[in-house]
Structure formats: structure tokens, C-alpha cells
């Protein structure tokens, strides 16, 4: 106990040593009329009522380390319970939430700044993050995402920080593999601290303007579109109002799902930073969450809509405001259309009025309103081309390929990843899902060249088997899961079980294969799923 105190003596010596050596006054955050006096005093008092014993206050009332530093929500949030774990800081959770959003409305990241990164961001399952630098990539994602670092902004002193707050934290870090084969301290503090302040450095145009640009009313009448992978697509309606502040709204949902279900519900939102839409939402009794982004215009809005339970099942949507000067045709379902077969198709959009005509077919309209159109078409002319789709003036901005036979067939994610969970344990199972995606070999022929033509979702036949001797041996198809007639991969529960050899975890190696049937043509794909352990930790951002 008392080798344990000591150390932490030690520790907080050296941390206390970062924490003061930087002064923070030049990076005074600047406010705009988005945040008001009020809010701005609210903030500076929360702060120094919970963070400044350790983060010396400034009299233009900035405090060291804090306010040299722009985060996210979520980053923001993930640093206050750092501070929790690392720091013994105790915080109401009412003032947590407070001082998320203050932090994240003065120093957050602008539109443009969070673009590239929003996939993790969205709690997107089974993504491959980019690899712009495999070196940095090296140096900093190799124990978490790289969207962590690629989503904060600071100058090189407060780069360096962070690294000595790691090597303070995590002394083996220069002892991992893709470390001990370099000096990664140095490497760290130095070429790497520089590069990133140069990426991501704590003054920028993006900020500077987003600051200065009113925040939007979301509160009207919006269109919604989107799309379950393994399932297809959902449209319909939300109504969002005004609750509180201009930040503050609720919302309310009639959606359409595949197959005719009908969805409702309704739920609330807040904005941060100016255009960070979270929400939560009951959609037909199950709890949902909401992490958009809403454009510079506040007339869109991008995200994904996932359950509450389980983060890896949601709808990917886009979301359009309705108003009168707008006639846009927003989605087409199916996405193409096979020459063979009269096909219902469902175009929907805001104010789609005058004739529908999609280049090489013929058509019938079945319904028509202002927000959606119901055409039966049949494909008349040369297949293999990317038609377009036009609605009175009204132009569709995508491709609609119009194909004889599909070439071939890929399964997204390649590689994928469940986790075993439930069974009464503390993790919910995490599942993985897997879509077949058809395409057309394109102008030369050749499978997997850029002019390939994508024709979207297929349906197809899912089955899995083991992925090799090994996995066979062990039986892993038998225990590891079962795969849906959606290409839904629904892991085993947690636990060792007692009938595998050695009384092994549910885990498993298996090939989840699709078989795509349609007029003779026979076609299939491959991907690999590993289902794996629980993660026990599940930040934010992970
Ligand atoms: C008990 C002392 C203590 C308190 C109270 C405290 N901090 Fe810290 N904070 C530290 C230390 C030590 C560091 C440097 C080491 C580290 O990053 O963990 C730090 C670092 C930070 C950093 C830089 C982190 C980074 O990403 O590099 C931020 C931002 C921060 N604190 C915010 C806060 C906020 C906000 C509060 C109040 C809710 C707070 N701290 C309260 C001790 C404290
Ligand atoms: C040995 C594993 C490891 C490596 C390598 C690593 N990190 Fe971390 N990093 C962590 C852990 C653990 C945390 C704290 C996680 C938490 O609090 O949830 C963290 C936290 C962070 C945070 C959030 C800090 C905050 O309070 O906002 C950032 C940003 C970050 N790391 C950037 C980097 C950068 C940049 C590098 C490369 C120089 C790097 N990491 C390399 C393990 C690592």
C-alpha cells in the first residue's frame, strides 16, 4: 500500500510537472453571439469550480492545459472522466454534462475539421480507418483509433504534453512491439508532436470562420432517407421543434422501413458546437441514438441512427429540410434496375412534381405525392449504362445503371469482427453484419477496375463454415454464433463453455459466404468474420 502511494506521489508530481509548464493565455478561446455572456460566465464558473485547484486560472480567465486544447463532445467528455479515473476529480454529472457543452460550443471543431473522421465518431462497426500515414499510424493507433488523435487540435507544446502524459501513464508504451525497434520517445516528442501540430494545430481558418457563422434553426419540417445494411432502405418524415435556447429541440419520426413496417416515435436533441446533433429517440419502443452532423446551412443533416443496446445495428441517413424553393430527388430504391423484370421502384425526394423519366425505360406511375413517387418500369433499351433519373426539373445526382445480368458480387465488411456477450455478464453481444453489394465489370471487362459500375444491395443466400483446419478442429461453426437470412452474424454467449475443448470461450474463425442466384446466373463471395472476446472498455471513442 505504501509502495503504491509513493509511486503515486511520483506520478502526480510528474504529471503536475505538465500541467504547469505550458502557459495558455495566447490561446485565449475567442467567443462569438452564438454563446452568450451568461453562458460564457456559467462556463468559466464550472470551471473553476471543478478543475482550477489543479488548472491555474489566467485573468482573462483562461486556465492552463484546458483551454489550449479543441476536442469534440465526446472528446471532451472522455477527458473530464479521465480526469475522474486518473485525478480523483469529483463532478456532479449535471455540471459534467454543462461543461461538455461549454468546452465543445468555445473549443470545438469546425464542420470541415471532423469531416474526414466521422465514422468511429458514429460508433460505425467493422470500419477500416484510412491510412494517410502509416507511420503515425504506427507511432498512435495502434492501442486506440487514429480518429482519436486526428479529432483534436493543439499546438506542439500541448502535443508534447500528451505524449509525456502517456509515457507518465503507460511506461511499457516504448516496449510494445512497433515501438521498441525505434526511439519512440524521441520519435514521439519530436518528429511526431510536429507533424501533428502541423496537421492539426490548435488556430485555424475552419474554426476561426465556424465561430463567427450564426448557428442555424434546425427547428421545421425535414425529409429522411437511409439505409440498414443487409436490409435496405428506410424513408420518411421528421418534425423537429424548438425545446430550449437555440440548441435545444424536440423531435418526432414516421418512418418507413423495408417491407412496408411502419416506424414511429419521437425523442429529443442537443446541438453542439453548432451543428453536433445528438439525440436520443423511442422508435417503435426501442431506444435509439442519434450522432449527426448538420451542414453549414443547417439544411442537412448526416448520420447514423443506431440502437441504444447495441451501437454495430443502425441506419445510415441523410436528412434534407423541406422547404418550398427545394424539388430534390433524394433516393432511389432499388438503386438499379435488371432489364428482364418489371420493377417497383420508390423514388423519394422534396416537391417532386411533373413527369418521371428515367432514360431507356418504359414507365407507369403507380402513386405520386409531393414526397414520394411508386413507377412500375420496364427496362427498354441498351443495358450496362448509367441512366439518369429525372423528375419534372429535377435531376437525381446519382447513376441509375441499368444491367442485364450482375458480374459479380462483394461482401462488405471483407473482414469483420463480433464479440461474444450476454448470458446476464456486463457486455451485450456484439454482432456483425454483412451485406452483398452487386456490380457490373463496367466498359472493359475486367473485374475490380475503377469503371466497375455499382448496382447496390442484393439478396442472397448467407451460410458460414470454418475458416480453416484449425477452426474446424475446434468446431467453431458449431459454437462460435448463427448467421440470419439478413447477414446477420449473432454471436454465442459469453463464458467459457464447458462442452469445447478446453472449455474455450464461444469464440471463433469463420468464412461467411454469400450465393447470389438469379435467371442461371450464379455468383458468390467470401468474407472473413472473426468472432472474438468481449471489449470491456467502450469509450466514446474507441
Ligand atoms: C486533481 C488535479 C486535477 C483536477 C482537479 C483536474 N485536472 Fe485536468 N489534469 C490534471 C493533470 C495532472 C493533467 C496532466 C496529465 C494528464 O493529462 O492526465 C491534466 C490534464 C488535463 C488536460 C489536458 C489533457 C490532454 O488531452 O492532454 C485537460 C484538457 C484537462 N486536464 C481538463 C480538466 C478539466 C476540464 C477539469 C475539471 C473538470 C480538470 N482537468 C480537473 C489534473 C487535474
Ligand atoms: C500504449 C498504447 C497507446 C499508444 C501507443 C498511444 N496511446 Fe493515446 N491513449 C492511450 C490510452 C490508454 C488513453 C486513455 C484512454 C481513456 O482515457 O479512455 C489514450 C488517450 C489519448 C488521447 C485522449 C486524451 C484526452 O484526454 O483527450 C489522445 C488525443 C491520444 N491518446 C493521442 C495519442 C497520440 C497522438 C499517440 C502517438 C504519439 C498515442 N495516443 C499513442 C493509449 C495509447
Known sequence: MQIKKTLYLILTACLSFILFSCSSEKNEPKLTSNITDEVKKAGIELISENCSGCHIASKQGSFSRISAIRKTPEGWDMNIVRMMIFHGVEIEKSDRRKLVKYLSDTQGLAPSETAGFRDILERKHNVIEPTEDQDLMNMCARCHTYTRVALQRRDVNEWQNLVHMHLGQWASIEYHMLARERDWRADALGSVSEKLAKKYPFETEAWNEWQKTPWKDMSGEWRIIGHIAGTGDIEGT?????????????????????????????????????????????????????????????????????????????????????????????SVTPSSLATRTETEITINGINLSGDVHIEGTKITVKSQTPDRIVILATAESTPDQSSKVTIGKSTYDKAFPIYKAVDYIKITPEYGISRVGGGGGATAKVKAQFEAIGYLNGKDGVKGTKDDIRLGMVFVTWSHENFNEDAAKMQDKKYAGILTKRGTFIPAIAGPNPVRKYGTNNVGDLRIIAVYEKNGVKLTAEAHLIATVQRWNNPPIP
Open 238 to 330: 421528421m418534425s423537429i421543434s424548438k425545446a430550449q435556447g437555440n440548441d435545444q429541440y424536440k423531435t418526432s419520426f414516421t418512418l418507413n422501413f423495408p417491407k412496408g413496417e411502419k416506424v414511429t416515435g419521437g425523442g429529443k436533441a442537443l446541438v453542439y458546437s453548432g451543428y453536433e446533433w445528438r439525440g436520443t429517440a423511442k422508435l417503435n419502443d426501442v431506444k435509439y441514438r442519434q450522432i449527426w452532423a448538420a451542414s453549414s446551412d443547417g439544411n442537412s443533416m448526416k448520420g447514423r441512427f443506431f440502437k441504444k443496446s447495441n451501437p454495430e445495428e443502425g441506419i445510415e441517413i441523410t436528412a434534407l429540410r423541406k422547404q418550398d424553393t427545394v424539388h430534390t430527388i433524394m
